[in-house]
C-alpha cells in the first residue's frame, strides 16, 4: 500500500503517472496561510461548484486570524487548523495512502493535499450525472410504491434506509476484489438474520474473485458454488418495499453499485409465486393468483412433452373429437408431431430474445413479421399444425406468469418435451422425477428450496393478514425442514 | 459438509407403498372370499408389526459392528438386490404391457447410475412430495370409483373355503430401521413411523381387494388394474393412464431407493476393523 507523501510534488507526480492522460482528472494548485496545495478530484464525478460554495462559505464564516506570529506555516499545521479548528465541513478520516485517494476520487469526492503533510483532506461534494429512481420495467403491480433501486449503490441504500427506520438495519459495504473495485453492499436486520449465515457471506464475498462485477448475480457461483444448476435458491427484486419486506424475514441482501438488481438470499421455491399485491388484495384472490400461478408454471413445463406424449404414445386416451382433429392437422403437415414441437419452441425463443434485444424502433416491425410467418404462413403452407402452435403459444405466455423462473422453465421444457418425445410416458415420468430432484437438491445454508412453506399460512393459499402477522415469519424457521 | 447417510421413514413409506400398489396393480385377481383376503392381511400385518418392532427395539445388536453385523449386512444386501430385481421385472411389466414401451430397458443405465449417485437426504426430500402426490391420486381414484360399488356385497354369504395361507409379501424395509435409519449421531430417532409400515402395506392391499370385490363381486378373476379402468368422473374416463404413470413414478423412486440402500449396505460391509474399532 502505498503512503501518501510530505512532498506535493511527488504526491502530484504519482497521481499525474497514473490519469494524467485522462480527461476528467483535474488538479488545481491553490495556497492556504502561505502553504501550496492542490484539490484533485475527477470532473463530473465531484462537483465543482459545491466545492467552491462550501469553502467560500466556510472561509467567511470562520477565518482564524492573520497575526504573524499565529500564522501556520508547515501543511501538518495548516492541516490541523483545517480539520480540527475551521467551520471547513471536511470528512471525519483523512486520506493516507494512494488507494484510499483514488477509491474517495473514484466515489466522486474532492481531495485537499498540502505540502508538508502526509494526509488529505476529503470533501463529500459529489455531482455524480445518474439514472433517476424509477419505477422498475419489470415486477409490476397495481397497488404500492412505484420506487424502483437505481444504478448508484448510495442511493440504493437510501432507499431501504428510508423504509426500515429502526436501528436493526445493517448496511455493510466493501470492495469486490475485482478489476473494477465495484462497491458492493451486505444488507440485513441484526436481530432477524443469522449471524453465522451473515458471517459466511460476508468472508464468501471478501474472498471472491470475479473478473468484473456489474450485478449482484456475478457472485452467485462463490455463493452456492455447484457444476450444474437450474434453479438458485437465490432471487432478484429491483422494488425498495420487496427488499425491505425479505430484510424482515431475516433474508440477506446484497446491492451492487451500478445495478438496480438487488440479491436475496436465501430464498424459497414458494416466494417465485407470490408479489407484493397479494397482501394488497383480499386472502381469497391472491391466493386464486397463486392457484393459478402454480399452474401455469407446470403447464408450461409439461404441457408440450404431455401433448407429444399423448397424441404419439397414447391416442386412445384422447377424446375422439380431439384426437380427429389433430390427426388430420398432422397429416398435412411433413414433419411428425415431435419435431414440430421443438421446431415451434425454439422459433418462440428466437423471436423472444429477438424482441428483447433488438432496438425499440424496430421492434414493431419484428414482431409483426415473427406473427405473420409462424402464425399465418406456416400454417397456410402446411409447415406447421394449428395444434401445435397453440400449444407452444400457450406455454410461452404461461411462463411469463412467473418471469422469475423463466429460464428454468424454458429448460426443463425443452427437457421434458425431448424426454416425452423419444421415450413416451416412462420419459414423461423420467422428467418430472428430473424436475422434482432438481428443486429438492437445492438448499441454501440450511433452508431446503422446496420447504415446507407451501403448505403455511403464505404458500400457495394465503391466509388473512392479520393472522399471518401475529406469527411473523423468518426464512431461519425453515432450516432443516 | 458431510452428506447424510440414512433415510427417513418417509422414504422407506413410499418404497413400501409403491411395491404393494404394484404387487395389487398387478396381481392376477382374487379367487378367495373378500373377509379371508382381509383377515388374512390383518394377521400378517400383526406379524410383520411384531417383527419389525422387536428389530427396531433391537437395533443397536443387529447394528453392532463385527462378524455378527456383517452377516447380517450381506443377508439384508443379498434381500435388496432381489426386490431390486423384482421391482425391475414389475416396472419391465408394466411399461411393455400398458404402454407398449421398452423404455425402461433402455434407461436401466441410468437409472442405476441416478440411484447410485443420489443422496440420502435428497430421497428423503422427494419422498414428501411424491408420497402426497400418490396419497391424491389414491383419493382422486376412489371419488371415481365411488359411484360403481356394490356395497351389497359385503353382507352377501360367501361359501366355505378350506383355511389357505395369507399372501403377504414381507419387504426388507420392515426391518431396515437399524441399518438405514440410525446412524451414530441419531440414536434416539423415533421408530414408531417404521413400525407402521406393514400396516401401511396391509391397507393397501386390503383396500385393493375389497375395491376389487366391490365392484366386480368375489370371487373374480380380473387382474389388479380393471380395477383403475373402472374409473370415471363425469366425461373422463381413462384416469388409470394416468394413475399408472403416478405409480410408474413412485416405483422408479423406489427403484433409485433400493440401489442406493445398496450402495450403504456395501459401504458398510467394506468397512474395515479399524472403523468398526472406532465405532465401539
Known sequence: ?481 | MQQKQTFSAQTLTLSVAAAELGRAIFGAGQTGSVRAVLLSNVLAAAAFVLLAALASVNASRLNRPGFAGKCICAVFLLWYLFELVRTAAMLQQACWEQFASMAFIGLLPFFLWAGWSLGCELYDRMASVLGWLVVLGIVFCVLGLAGQLQWQVLVTGETAHSFVLPDATFYPEYFSFPLLCMSKNNAKISKKPIVWLPIIAAVISSGYALGLALLFGAPQAYPGYELLRAWSFGGISRFDAAFLLLWLAAAIFRFGFIVRAVRLLCERLAEGPVNAEAAR
Open chain 1, 1 to 481: 500500500m502505498l503512503q501518501l507523501s510530505s512532498s506535493l510534488e511527488e504526491n502530484l507526480a504519482a497521481l499525474n503517472a497514473r490519469f494524467g492522460a485522462s480527461a476528467d482528472f483535474y488538479a488545481k494548485r491553490i495556497e492556504l496561510y502561505h502553504c501550496p496545495g492542490a484539490i484533485v478530484l475527477f470532473d463530473n464525478m465531484a462537483s465543482l461548484e459545491s466545492l467552491w460554495s462550501l469553502l467560500l462559505d466556510a472561509a467567511t464564516r470562520h477565518t482564524p486570524s492573520l497575526e504573524p506570529e499565529r500564522m501556520p506555516h508547515t501543511g501538518t499545521q495548516v492541516y490541523d487548523l483545517l480539520m480540527n479548528h475551521s467551520g471547513l465541513p471536511a470528512e471525519d478520516g483523512p486520506v493516507k495512502d494512494m488507494d484510499d485517494l483514488i477509491r474517495r476520487m473514484t466515489a466522486g469526492m474532492a481531495v485537499l493535499l498540502l505540502d508538508g503533510c502526509k494526509k488529505g483532506l476529503v470533501f463529500s461534494v459529489q455531482g455524480l450525472k445518474s439514472r433517476s429512481v424509477e419505477e422498475p420495467s419489470g415486477e409490476g403491480n397495481l397497488r404500492g410504491s412505484r420506487e424502483g433501486f437505481a444504478d448508484l449503490l448510495r442511493v440504493n441504500l437510501s432507499l431501504l434506509r428510508r423504509l426500515i427506520r429502526t436501528d436493526t438495519l445493517v448496511m455493510e459495504t466493501a470492495q469486490a476484489d475485482c478489476a473494477m473495485k465495484t462497491e458492493y453492499a451486505i444488507c440485513y436486520c441484526k436481530d432477524k438474520a443469522s449471524k453465522t449465515a451473515v458471517a459466511r457471506v460476508r468472508r464468501t464475498l471478501q474472498e471472491a474473485k470475479p473478473e468484473v462485477l456489474l450485478d449482484s448475480s456475478y457472485f452467485v457461483p462463490w455463493l452456492f458454488p455447484a457444476r450444474w444448476r437450474l434453479f438458485a435458491p437465490v432471487s432478484y427484486t429491483e422494488r425498495p418495499p420487496s427488499a425491505a419486506a425479505k430484510l424482515c424475514e431475516g433474508k440477506i441482501i446484497i446491492l451492487v453499485n451500478g445495478s438496480p438488481s438487488a440479491l436475496v438470499l436465501p430464498s424459497l421455491f414458494c416466494e417465485n409465486f407470490d408479489c407484493l399485491d397479494d397482501y394488497a388484495t383480499t386472502a381469497v384472490f391472491s391466493s386464486f393468483l397463486r392457484v393459478l400461478k402454480y399452474g401455469s408454471f407446470y403447464l408450461s413445463i409439461f404441457l408440450p412433452g404431455v401433448f407429444v406424449c399423448l397424441a404419439v404414445y397414447l391416442p386412445e386416451l384422447i377424446p375422439p373429437q380431439l384426437l380427429f382433429k389433430i390427426a388430420a392437422a398432422e397429416k398435412a403437415t411433413p414433419l411428425p408431431l415431435f419435431a414440430e414441437m421443438l421446431l415451434v419452441i425454439i422459433l418462440l425463443e428466437i423471436i423472444r430474445e429477438a424482441g428483447l434485444r433488438m432496438p425499440q424502433t424496430l421492434g414493431h416491425s419484428v414482431s409483426l413479421v415473427a406473427a405473420l410467418i409462424i402464425g399465418d404462413a406456416a400454417i397456410g403452407a402446411g409447415l406447421l399444425s394449428t395444434p401445435v402452435i397453440l400449444v407452444a403459444s400457450i406455454t410461452a405466455i404461461s411462463v411469463f406468469v412467473t418471469p422469475s423462473l423463466y429460464e428454468p422453465a424454458t429448460l426443463l421444457r425443452l427437457g421434458v418435451t425431448l424426454a416425452a418425445g423419444l421415450a413416451g410416458p416412462v420419459g414423461l415420468v423420467c422428467a418430472a422425477l428430473g424436475v422434482l430432484a432438481a428443486l429438492t437438491s437445492i438448499s441454501a445454508m440450511g433452508v431446503p428450496y422446496l420447504s415446507g412453506a407451501v403448505f403455511s399460512g403464505d404458500g400457495v393459499v394465503r391466509r388473512n393478514y392479520r393472522t399471518l402477522s401475529r406469527r411473523p415469519f423468518t426464512i431461519w424457521q425453515r432450516r432443516g425442514s
